[in-house]
Every structure is written in structure tokens, then in C-alpha cells.
């Protein structure tokens, strides 16, 4: 790395500040959004200043996250920031999709409802509401174990499995989803459980059901999640957990 000077250090430090209470206010929105789940939920921020990543500390649930509740880790999993025994035991999850995906700027893992349910089939997950249709292709499911993914050689499977993808079902455990920005994990994770949710719903009601055609899914992808309303519906997401902060 680098020699920083003073100045830039002190910017460089801000820029981590501002990022890591970002991951953290996306941590307790996830919360609302049905992703809590005890301590056991964690995302993950990529290191601006490229030393690795910002790892949710351990023993701690989504929605008591802060700013100041994070470790640094490298990418082999060795704390630079922060007290070992914070580190989460599927660490790996978060370094070796970061280091197969270097566009990857957010990592999380989660075990919502809906979305832990659905993982333990193996139904393609389809475009049935306009949650379902963000996602250009029904993530696939990692079934080499539904144990912890714990080791360096399951999360390199793990991120395999992803390949292509922004989001993972891993068999009988849970989910793990992508960003290319914090927000678009955030949002992501949100869609992800939504359109879990209405699959499921619709499939135990019994009544027949159908989804649209590839091509109207890929205009209806274009004409709702454009930029502009990425941006929107994050800052309603954040909006909403203010709300409820301030009470």
C-alpha cells in the first residue's frame, strides 16, 4: 500500500467512518426486512484502502450493529482491526467471494425466513412479483453442505457456485447475496426474501399460478430498477429505519 500523507489518512479514515455506519444502518434494515435471525447474520464491507474486509463482529444480532461493531480482516482471515474472537466462523464466505469477484463491494449472509425455507428445495425461484423480476436469472443453490461454510475450500466452493449470480441458496441454512454497492445488497436482500415469500405463499394456497414470459421480465428489469430507482427505494428503506429509530 501506499504512503499516506496526513491529509489523506484522515480522509481515507472518514470515508471508512461514513461506510461502515452505512453496512451498519443496512444491517438493522435487513432486520426489519425479516433477515434477523439471533447473532447469526453477518455482511461484510470491502476495505477501501484494499487491506481486505469489514466483518460484522460475532455474537452480536443484525440489529444491534453500529459503526463501531466491525473487525478488519485480510483475505486468508486474520484480524488487522479488532479482537479475534469477534470474528465470525464463516468468514470465508465474505473473503473468497471478494477476492473471485473484485467488482463484489458488499458481502452478506442471512438466514430470512422465506428465503431458509425455499433453500431447502430445489425450485428455480421465479419472476412471479416485481421482487422476483430483479434478478436476471433464479439464483442457484449450493448443496455441498448445509453445515457452516467455515473452511477456505467451502467458501471457495460457495463463491463458485455464485458465479453469474448475485444471490445463492444454501441447502437447508440460508442465503448469501451480493453488491456491487452497499445499497444494492440492501435491496437485494430485501427482493430476495420478498419473492421467496410470494412463491411459497402462492404455493400453499393451491391456487394455479404463472409468471411472464422472458422478454416482458427483462423490460419490466429496465423500466422499474433503473438507477434513479435504486436510489429511491434504498433511501425509502433508510428513510423507514429512521422512522422507527426515532420512534
Given amino acids: 500500500m501506499p504512503v499516506l500523507s496526513e491529509e489523506q489518512q484522515a480522509e481515507a479514515e472518514a470515508s471508512i467512518d461514513a461506510g461502515l455506519d452505512l453496512v451498519a444502518r443496512v444491517h438493522r434494515i435487513l432486520n426489519l426486512e425479516g433477515h434477523h435471525d439471533m447473532s447469526l447474520g453477518h455482511l ?70 422465506y428465503a431458509t425455507l425455499f433453500s431447502c428445495t430445489r425450485e428455480p425461484l421465479r419472476p412471479l412479483t416485481n421482487e422476483g423480476v430483479w434478478f436476471e436469472k433464479p439464483p442457484p443453490f449450493f448443496t455441498e453442505t448445509s453445515d457452516l461454510v467455515d473452511t477456505v475450500a467451502l467458501g471457495r466452493a460457495h463463491a463458485a457456485a455464485m458465479d453469474g449470480h448475485d444471490a445463492l441458496f444454501l441447502r437447508n441454512h440460508g442465503v448469501s447475496f451480493v453488491g456491487r454497492s452497499i445499497q444494492e445488497l440492501c435491496l437485494t436482500g430485501i427482493f430476495l426474501e420478498k419473492a421467496c415469500r410470494a412463491q411459497i405463499t402462492l404455493a400453499q394456497s393451491g391456487l394455479p399460478y404463472s409468471w411472464p414470459e422472458a422478454e416482458e421480465v427483462a423490460r419490466k428489469r429496465a423500466n422499474i430498477y433503473p438507477p434513479r430507482a435504486r436510489d429511491n427505494f434504498f433511501g425509502y428503506y433508510d428513510r423507514l429505519l429512521t422512522r422507527i429509530e426515532q420512534g
Avoid at 469477484?101 to 442471512?110: C, D, K, L
Fill in 44 to 113: 461484510s464491507w470491502r476495505d477501501p484502502l484494499g487491506r481486505g474486509l469489514w466483518l460484522k463482529r460475532a455474537r452480536l444480532g443484525i440489529e444491534e450493529v453500529t459503526a463501531d461493531d466491525f473487525i478488519l480482516i485480510d483475505f486468508d482471515g486474520r484480524v488487522l482491526v479488532g479482537c479475534a474472537v469477534h470474528r465470525h466462523l464463516e468468514w470465508p464466505i465474505h473473503t473468497e467471494l471478494m477476492k473471485r469477484r473484485p467488482e463484489i463491494v458488499a458481502v452478506a449472509h442471512t438466514h430470512p425466513r
